[in-house]
């Protein structure tokens, strides 16, 4: 399974439209809308990269409204638990 983390810069007066297009996407897990220097944050959960492609460039990238996207594809992810673990290694 493939994840990345798409940030996204929209047209002010169409966040909310962007949002629910993007989410109703096949691929997507879910759209935040965030404060800061971007609009929307997009979690992408795919089996391929072929999948990660179409998704982001294909369909993504077609929804009318988006100025921007930057895509980080991530590599290895920690949950709660696992951090918890790592943290007491070594430890009496």
């Known amino acids: 399974m ?3 983390i798409v940030l996204i810069n929209a047209d002010v007066d169409s966040i909310p439209e962007v949002a629910s297009a993007i989410a109703d996407l096949e691929g ?5 809308s965030v404060t800061g220097d971007i609009d929307l944050v997009a979690l992408v959960r795919v089996r391929q990269h072929e999948d990660l492609a179409e998704v982001v460039s294909n369909r993504m990238g077609k929804v009318p409204g988006i100025r921007q996207m930057r895509t980080h594809i991530a590599f290895r992810s920690f949950a709660s638990a696992d951090l918890e673990e790592a943290f007491h290694i070594g430890l009496g």
Do not use: T
Not at 28 to 32: G, P
């Open 2 to 4: 493939l994840s990345a």
């Open 28 to 32: 997507v897990d879910v759209v935040y």
